[in-house]
């Protein structure tokens, strides 16, 4: 999935959600009708870059995910998160690639189900401490079991600075930005880009590291993550900085510090807003 995938949001906090559960009639695509092979599909997510994600067969043995996108989506890479799933080969807790494929009309991914919910299931939307502190536990053992050498992917700040002069170029600016970056101007935002922090520690970031992102079990202990689209080395602030920031548009202000805490480090002011500012652009 994209970072526009980090925007969904239970509460209505966000200044500009970009992903939802459905709320009206999915059209099913055929090649998701071909996977399911006659057993229950439900829509269970979308976003407004044309992603749609579907759970077949839901308690049963058969219970899977299939993600879909039209190749009119080319900044949702679907074959791109599969290698990432199969390069990380069980060394850490993500779901299992079943499939994968396209069609004339878009792209698949098939991934067995976990036993989990989403940190953003109203459950703990309702206890938003818990389900932070689970996203940063989660996001700490990614990390460490993850090796940097051997990573074939980069997430690093030179790799997606190209993506955010194409999206100036193509005529994205300030109002399309979130709110703490809409009083900068293009100029001002590419110098503040410019002038990169020192890299703290070098790990296999996973790219879209957000609340709905983040699977919980019963208990309230993270159990996985889900999304891969964009996993690759960089510094680790890149997704503890989005990871934090997701609690406020989830859960509302004052849950950052449970991220943090869970993870085991304080807080870097300078490298969180660096990092917001390059995922807000790129």
Request: with cysteine; hydrophobic share 45%; charged share 25%.
């Amino acid at each position: 999935m994209t970072a526009a995938t980090c925007r969904a949001t239970i509460l209505d906090v966000s200044p500009a959600p970009r992903a939802e559960r459905p709320i009206s009639h999915v059209a099913v695509p055929e090649a998701v009708r071909g996977i399911a092979a006659g057993d229950a599909i439900e829509a269970v997510w979308r976003n407004q870059l044309g992603g749609l994600t579907f759970r077949v067969a839901a308690g049963t043995r058969r219970d899977r995910y299939v993600k879909w996108a039209s190749h009119g989506t080319p900044e949702i890479d679907l074959v791109g998160e599969a290698a990432r799933l199969q390069w990380i080969d069980g060394r850490a807790a993500v779901p299992a690639v079943l499939d994968c494929g396209a069609d004339d009309d878009g792209a698949w991914l098939v991934t067995a189900a976990i036993a989990a919910t989403s940190a953003v299931d109203p459950r703990w939307a309702a206890q938003p401490a818990t389900a932070a502190a689970a996203i940063g536990t989660g996001l700490r053992r990614l990390h460490d079991a993850l090796p940097v050498e051997e990573c074939p992917f980069r997430w690093d700040i030179e790799s997606r600075l190209g993506r955010v002069k194409e999206r100036i170029a193509s005529g994205e600016g300030p109002t399309e930005w979130f709110p703490e970056h809409r009083q900068l101007t293009i100029r001002r935002a590419l110098e503040r880009l410019g002038d990169r922090p020192p890299v703290d520690v070098p790990v296999v970031c996973h790219g879209d590291a957000c609340a709905p992102n983040t699977l919980i079990d019963d208990d309230g202990h993270f159990v996985a993550n889900v999304d891969f689209g964009h996993l690759g080395v960089a510094d680790r602030w890149a997704d503890l900085a989005v990871a934090a920031w997701s609690t406020a548009w989830n859960y509302g202000p004052g849950y950052e510090t449970f991220v943090y805490d869970a993870y085991g480090v304080r807080a870097y002011p300078e490298r969180i807003s660096y990092y917001r500012l390059l995922w807000d652009l790129a």
